[in-house]
Every structure is written in structure tokens, then in C-alpha cells.
């Protein structure tokens, strides 16, 4: 049996697979504060899941800088602090003795659109999830790109005359316009509850300023919009598009991810699958 853990700000997720073609399981529960507490959680979880056999491997996805020497979390904004630098791979690998895998939950989330979503047969694809913050990745033959420090697309700056965003410390990222925790302080009204189109408008234009960017550094065949923002497309997609357009000849397709809330598990799958 093969274990995908995907750690959130919110809500922690354990998928369980036997072939690593699909997820036969997932148990789903708040996210812990207390790192002991979780653990116990977590491994009962993973216990109760494979009564019947073995785990062969295990992937954990994490909302944050992954420290590749500790593989330990070093840096993570929306997550509780006591999970910051924890041997959460030495604590599972230790139980369950078998493989573990550690890796930034965006970079599995953009894998998971790639191999099972709506990246699928695309050869070098740019991901950006928006949830509380942005997030993003560069997938390339079904594969994370390779990075000395992490893809940061929330962190580049589109406004140089822009607001010092508290997360970073820097002035006018694309994060301080495009994020959960953004739309509320400029609009004033959390993004579930919006319905007005100048709102979206807005947000769309600054969206699109972030995608022209990722679109001529990254040089993809095709781009995703994943996360929770994801799921109200609808209001902003169709004029994101446009207003890329206005910027850049000739763009990729932009489009919204296939598995919503659901493919940083599929990332890990097709990941164990790819590292057996
Ligand atoms: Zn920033």
C-alpha cells in the first residue's frame, strides 16, 4: 500500500493506493496544531489504511520551503509555526519503515494536474494555485522542474510603486493582489462571497500581469490555475484570458485545473509511481 499525505493550512488529507493507478482512499481532518498530536493522528490514520498489507511508500506534500539536507520543513506562512524545522520524515520512516518523500504541496499539485488533470500530454507546463496565498510550479516531461530554491510566482513583483506585503516584506508582489488573504484587505469582502464583476475585473488584470510573466520565463505550452479560486473560474477566467492577450502575442492556453482540491494527491501518487 502506498501513502500520499498532503499537509494544508486547513486540512490535512490521507490518500491510500494499491497500484499507484488511482486513490482507492482518503481520510480527511483538520489540520492539527500540535505537532505530537498530529503525528499520533496521522500514523493511526495510515495504521487503520493498511491493516491489510504493508506500506511500500510514503509522500508527504507541505505547504512551504521544503530544507532539502534536513527534509525538513524551513519555512512555511499558512501553516501552524510548531510544524516549522519537525523530523516528520525520520518520525513516519521510522514506523513504517518504507520510502518517504517530502516536497512543496504546490509542486505536487501542478505534477497531479499534469499526469492525471488538465496538463495532461503537455510537455512543459506553468501551475499557479491561489488559495489564502499563490503559489506555483514549472512541470516539464511529467516531471518537477528542477530549482535551487523553489519556484516563488506569488513573490514577484508587479507594482513597483506597491504595498510592503507582510508574508515576504516586499513591495508589490503579485501575492498582495492575487491571494485569498489579498482579496479581502483590497476589496473588502472575502473572494467565496463576490459576485461583483468590477471586483473580478480588477482582479483579473493583475492576474493576467502574473501569468504574461510566468508566460515569457517560463515559456509553457499551457497554464493552470489551480487552488481554491480555482473553483470560481467562472467570474474571472474568460477575462484574465483577454487581458493576456492584450499583453502577449500569440499566448497558451490558459486553463483551470481538472482536480481541484485533489491533485496534490494525485501528484504524490504519480510521483511514488515515478520513484518506485
Ligand atoms: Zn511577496
Not at 524551513?74 to 524545522?85: G, K, V, Y
Not at 513591495?171 to 484587505?185: D, H, P
Amino acid at each position: 500500500m502506498y501513502i500520499v499525505l498532503d499537509i494544508g493550512g486547513t486540512s490535512t488529507r490521507i490518500a491510500s493506493s494499491k497500484k499507484l493507478k488511482t486513490i482507492d482512499k482518503i481520510d480527511k481532518f483538520s489540520t492539527i496544531r500540535s505537532f505530537d498530536l498530529s503525528i499520533k493522528r496521522i500514523t493511526a490514520s495510515i495504521e487503520n489504511i493498511t491493516q491489510e498489507g504493508k506500506t511500500q511508500g510514503i509522500i508527504i506534500g507541505l505547504p512551504g520551503t521544503i530544507d532539502k539536507k534536513t527534509r525538513r520543513l524551513a519555512r512555511a506562512p499558512d501553516l501552524f509555526s510548531s510544524w516549522i524545522h519537525k523530523p516528520l520524515t525520520n518520525i513516519l520512516s521510522k514506523k513504517f519503515n518504507c520510502k518517504i518523500f517530502i516536497k512543496n504541496d504546490t509542486d505536487l499539485g501542478g505534477l497531479g494536474e499534469v499526469a492525471f488533470g488538465a496538463g495532461k500530454g503537455h510537455k512543459i507546463v506553468g501551475y499557479y494555485a491561489i488559495g489564502t496565498g499563490l503559489g506555483g510550479t514549472r512541470i516539464v516531461n511529467k516531471q518537477i522542474d528542477v530549482f535551487s530554491r523553489g519556484f516563488e510566482p506569488g513573490h514577484q513583483i508587479i507594482n513597483i510603486h506597491g504595498e510592503k506585503w507582510p508574508s515576504c516584506g516586499q513591495y508589490g508582489c503579485l501575492e498582495s493582489y492575487v491571494s485569498g488573504r489579498a482579496f479581502y484587505k483590497n476589496y473588502g469582502i472575502q473572494a467565496e462571497n463576490c459576485k461583483n464583476e468590477k471586483i473580478w475585473n480588477d482582479f483579473s488584470k493583475h492576474l493576467a500581469q502574473g501569468i504574461v510573466n510566468g508566460i515569457v520565463l517560463w515559456s509553457p505550452d499551457i497554464f493552470i490555475i489551480g487552488g481554491g479560486f480555482s473553483q470560481r473560474a467562472h467570474l474571472f477566467l474568460k477575462q484574465t484570458r483577454e487581458n493576456v492577450k492584450k499583453n502577449r502575442f500569440n499566448p497558451p492556453p490558459i486553463v483551470k485545473s481538472k482536480l481541484g482540491d485533489k491533485s496534490g494527491l494525485y501528484g504524490g501518487l504519480h510521483f511514488l509511481k515515478t520513484h518506485k
